[in-house]
């Protein structure tokens, strides 16, 4: 079996619908990669789509900066591994962290889908058998503007069935009084026996991040993510070692070497990542390494149903993980993108697909409507 054609589809909301927030379910890439045998493998880059197409389609400068795609046409797509360090050391000088490692991960989502289809078994058989078959969700979803905002978007997700809340980003981090306000809201609206999650958006210094994880305590709030910039190690090393609430990151490091050095250095407790930032194979290995550490690995997500797929099956493979991220943006790349929506169960769990390969395919009219020409 031979790879003949890697196509990157750019796709978009139409531009009155983007808005300045930090969601990913505004916009995407799709790869699609096609075989000699008729198979053929999808995959997801959760990054600056526009960009990481270019680093995908782009043309031959010389041995250490090629675009994927030819490095790819030809290659026999089971080559897994073989293939990943084929794309890694043919984008040297222009890849190793940052968009060039997404764009590696999305081809690698595909790969394994061809892979699991050309062999009748879903990914999660592939990467060494699961562990669990669901697991329980949190439903994603930014803050409100205030404290009553955000429980009354609290209520809405615990009432369709979610035992978990995440809430981020917005207006956190502008004030002291709004940072708790908004969490207090968060606990009244999700109500006792539910858990609160809270993402800060990269958005304090090491002593206000250790002074809030203090204030949050009472709050009995599930982890803290993302308090601090994400270069910002010393700061990390400063909070994980005063806070008694877990601290997740990770989501914003792609690639096995970059996340084992914030691992090492950071101290963190929930190593967060993203597989349309990753692939199956470098998460694999970066979750071996944060398991070895004693640490716990969870899923990031905030995309379209593939990444959602990838995460699924991914971390039914993996012993520590405990929870999912289940993004619940309403938006046609979250929902529309797949055919299969993946919906949480009565009892708040998530089901990883049994098809063969992601057990997921593509919505295509979905793509026609809202890809980027």
């Keep these: ?31 699609k990669i096609r075989t000699d045998e008729g198979i053929t493998g999808i995959g997801e880059i959760d990054s600056s789509p526009r960009v990481a197409k270019a680093a995908i389609d782009a043309p031959f400068s ?36 940052g968009v060039v490692v997404h764009a590696i991960g999305g081809v690698d989502i595909a790969l394994w889908d061809i892979a699991g289809k050309f062999l009748g078994q879903p990914v999660y058989q592939l990467l060494g058998g699961a562990y669990r078959k669901k697991i329980r969700a949190y439903a994603s979803i930014l803050f409100g503007r205030d404290g009553d905002e955000t429980a009354e978007i609290g209520r809405r997700w615990v009432g369709e069935g979610f035992t ?64 601090l910039e994400q270069d910002d190690l010393a700061g990390y090393a400063k909070l994980t070692s005063r806070s008694r609430i877990p601290i997740a ?27 349309a930032r990753n692939g199956f194979t470098e998460a694999v290995r970066i979750a071996d390494y944060a398991e070895d550490c004693g640490l716990r690995v969870v899923n990031h997500y905030y995309s379209t149903g593939i990444n959602l ?41 998530a089901h990883v697909p049994e098809g063969p390969g992601l057990g997921v395919e593509l919505d295509e009219d979905t793509i026609d409507n809202l890809r980027v020409s």
């Design 1 to 31: 079996m031979k790879i003949t054609n890697v196509e990157a589809l750019e796709i978009r909301l139409p531009e009155t619908e983007v808005l300045d927030k930090a969601s990913s379910s505004q916009n995407s890439l799709i790869v």
């Design 62 to 97: 010389h041995s250490f900066a090629t675009g994927l795609a030819r490095v790819l046409v030809g290659e026999n797509p089971l080559d897994i591994r073989i293939l990943n360090q084929k794309m890694y050391r043919a984008t040297n000088y222009i890849g190793r962290r």
């Design 164 to 227: 978990a809340v995440k809430f981020g980003w917005g207006p956190m981090g502008q004030e002291e009084n709004l940072d708790l306000e908004l969490v207090a809201g968060a606990r009244r609206g999700v109500g006792p026996k539910a858990d609160v999650l809270v993402d800060a958006g990269c958005c304090w210094d090491a002593a206000t991040a250790i002074r809030r994880s203090h204030q949050f305590e009472e709050m009995g709030i599930l982890w803290l993510e993302e308090p």
């Design 249 to 275: 990151a990770g989501e914003g490091d792609s690639g096995r070497f970059a996340l084992r050095e914030f691992i090492s250095a950071s101290g963190i407790d929930v190593v967060q990542i993203d597989l």
């Design 309 to 349: 797929a990838a995460g699924l099956h991914w971390l039914c493979t993996r012993k520590s993980a405990f929870i999912l991220e289940y993004c619940v943006e309403e938006t046609p790349i979250r929902w529309g993108v797949t055919k299969q929506r993946m919906d949480i169960d009565s009892e708040g769990y």
